[in-house]
């Protein structure tokens, strides 16, 4: 807080100065943030389509044709099931790549630059780039996989119905796995190491360290990083759109290839709008649920 | 025999910690090496791993063609939205932090803007710019990704301004000093790491920004993004052009990797661990 005001005229100064530091930010994001969404519930109301403009009420007929919509379903459970595999493959490979990197290392600087550089591509780059990685015949997967099976192999990742949600995981994996890394290393290098040193001498198991010791440490930094990634894979876009455009058919389709799709490709302005709207209202309470059990939780 | 185990426990560690590096950085070997490659070289089979030459004739047509515009339009995008972004965002983290402004919910509601996925609001934002006719304009993307990076600036800027001794503030108003004065000439300067780390950020996610991108561009001001997405097309791909255009998108990162290490930890966490 700052000093206390000694006169009224002070109070008053104080009470516009901060008002105007603070006005510019709010309105921009009122003007991008909430217009639109007010936008958007008004119209999920209406009935605007490629082929409809209906601008008076139209009762709830988006919101009832939402329960009905077996594509809607599916691209909310591969976003979900996508977010369930990818989310634990980093977790696990980052917190084991932290506790190597913990320890004494030659070129220890150097090594984790060339970890973290994935982080910063452009997903839609990463996208590309596995793309052509996973080329059937011009990228150098299919060939390293051959040198193993003994002969040409020729997998068609991104085309193939069994192969292409592995192909993105694989992109996904690759980008984000360092991300885990970095939040657990810093994380990890925090953990007090008297307590560490302790438990060793009390003779504690290593199960017994990370459970008591560690876990709680590193918790709080651990639940951030899951709910930020947890957070993007719900809004998995990028990766998906250069690598298979949520081909084939539907089979890759997440919960915002398919708002695009209906939005931008077959102008089911109305619909798509109850979509994002069923999107944030989930978001949402997904969210507060999550905040609430870790509020508890201490 | 103990120092012996111990150095063998090293050279282990260190085999590990350099194959991972490795597996992370092939691809980025592998799409900076398409960019090089002769088109004999791109389609040859069995793929060549180390190239031959040094054939630069991928990034030539880019220029020749104009398609090189976009990396141009990417900077001014991402460098305008950045300046802004960080004036509002850092305005609004003073005031929230040395006033308690709308106390904790505005924060929350400010940092839960970001929350949202971006596809929920984006045709409500294409019909808004419409009507504005600002789709297909710097003044377009430039706005979106002020609003969108605004609530990033503010949490992160909200962290380092906290860090502040408020005895400095008071001391320099006693000799007084304004309010602006004091904002511009004591606190600022004291937070200029935090300043710089968090406008790094913040430029990093307008650079390789694409859903709005896609939606809000058309042939005037398309970024490299998505001018990268548009050389797969249905019926060929152009292999140069992604490799060419995707590394003038990635050489500004791994500059920015090599310089600035160590304040990437808490951008990228959102403040979650001091860096």
């Known amino acids: ?173 690759w980008q984000w796995t360092p991300f885990m890394f970095l939040i657990l290393l810093a994380a990890l290098s925090n953990v007090d190491q008297e307590q560490l040193e302790a438990a060793e001498m009390d003779g504690a198991s290593r199960w017994m360290t990370f459970r008591k010791i560690i876990l709680p440490a590193i918790a709080p930094v651990m639940f951030i990083a899951v709910l930020i990634r947890a957070l993007d894979l719900f809004r998995l876009f990028d990766v998906i759109w250069t690598m298979t455009q949520g081909g084939p058919g539907t089979r890759t389709e997440t919960i915002s290839i398919y708002a695009y799709q209906m939005a931008f490709r077959e102008f089911e302005i109305s619909y798509s709008a109850a979509i994002a709207f069923l999107v944030i209202f989930v978001l949402t309470v997904v969210v507060v649920l999550a905040l609430r059990r870790v509020e508890v939780a201490r | 025999m103990k120092r012996w185990d111990k150095g063998w426990r090293l050279a282990l560690r260190t085999a590990i910690a350099v194959f991972a590096a490795v597996l992370f950085l092939f691809p980025i070997y592998w799409l900076a090496a398409i960019s090089i490659k002769s088109p004999d070289e791109i389609f040859a089979y069995p793929p060549v791993w180390v190239p031959g030459g040094f054939d630069i004739s991928s990034y030539i047509t880019l220029f020749r063609d104009g398609d090189a515009w976009a990396v141009w339009h990417s900077l001014v995008t991402a460098g305008v939205s950045t300046v802004l972004a960080m004036l509002f965002g850092t305005l609004a983290a003073y005031s929230i932090v040395r006033y308690r402004t709308g106390g904790d919910n505005l924060a929350i509601w400010i940092i839960s803007q970001r929350m949202i ?132 998108g990635v050489l500004p990162m791994i500059f920015v990797v090599g310089t600035m290490q160590r304040f990437i930890v808490r951008g990228i966490s959102m403040g979650a661990v001091k860096g």
């Open chain 2, 117 to 248: 996925p971006p596809i929920c609001i984006a045709f409500p934002v294409f019909l808004l710019f419409v009507s504005w006719q600002i789709v297909d304009t710097y003044t377009g993307l430039i706005l979106l990704y002020t609003a969108f990076n605004i609530p990033y600036v503010t949490w992160m800027m909200r962290g380092y301004l906290q860090e502040i001794p408020l005895e400095l503030e008071q001391s320099a108003l006693v000799d007084g000093l304004s309010r602006w004065a004091v904002l511009w000439k004591v606190v600022l300067p004291m937070a200029r790491a935090g300043l710089f780390a968090t406008a790094v950020f913040t430029f990093i996610f307008a650079w390789n920004e694409f859903l709005f991108a896609l939606i809000l561009t058309g042939s005037e001001v398309v970024t490299y993004t998505v001018k990268v997405t548009g050389y797969f097309g249905s019926q060929s791909t152009f292999w140069s052009k992604i490799g060419a255009m995707s590394m003038l």
């Open chain 1, 1 to 173: 807080m700052a000093q206390a005001p000694v006169r009224s005229g002070i109070a008053d100064n104080e009470l516009a100065f901060k008002y105007l530091l603070i006005a510019p930010a709010i309105f921009i994001l009122l003007l991008i943030g909430l217009y639109p969404f007010v936008k958007l519930i008004v119209v999920s109301f209406q009935n605007i389509s490629m082929f409809d403009d209906i601008r008076s009420f139209q009762g709830f007929i988006h919101y009832e044709r939402l329960f009905e919509d077996v594509r809607l379903w599916e691209s909310l459970l591969h976003t979900a099931l996508f977010t369930l595999v990818a989310l634990p493959i980093e977790l696990v490979l980052g917190y084991l790549l932290a506790l190597l990197f913990l320890q004494k290392l030659p070129f220890k600087q150097i090594l984790v630059a060339v970890i973290l550089l994935p982080i910063v591509i452009a997903p839609i780059v990463a996208g590309s780039t596995w793309r052509l990685m996973l080329d059937q015949r011009f990228g150098p997967i299919n060939q390293v996989i051959g040198w193993f099976a003994g002969g040409d192999v020729k997998l068609l990742w991104t085309v193939d119905p069994l192969l292409v949600w592995p192909a993105i995981m694989i992109a996904e994996v």
